[in-house]
């Protein structure tokens, strides 16, 4: 979907060098979906999952990388309609 928007140039050029984004158009996906990250684990620390602090704490392996899980998730792609 095209839309028109007014975003801080200085500060998407910032996010699209720190992230290593290709486009504006990728650098605004990875915001949205960061945001959209955090609203759910804020759910989970106020739910708690029902597991006890300790359980939580034991429930995540100390090896987990997370920029490689990151990494490894599928990114929408942008641009003009492929024809059949």
Known sequence: M???M?????LLDRVMKIHGC????????????EIERRHL????GKTGLGLSATE??????????LLASRE????T???????R
Do not use: C, F, Q, W
Not at 41 to 44: A, D, I, S, V
Not at 77 to 83: I, P, V
């Open 22 to 33: 290709a486009s504006k158009t990728e650098a605004v996906d990875l915001a949205l979906r």
């Open 6 to 10: 007014h975003i801080d140039e200085d």
């Open 77 to 83: 792609s942008y641009g003009k309609r492929r024809s």
């Open 2 to 4: 095209k839309m028109t």
């Open 41 to 44: 684990l804020r759910g989970y």
């Open 72 to 75: 490894a998730t599928s990114r």
């Open 56 to 65: 939580l704490r034991d429930a995540i392996d100390p090896n987990y990388d």
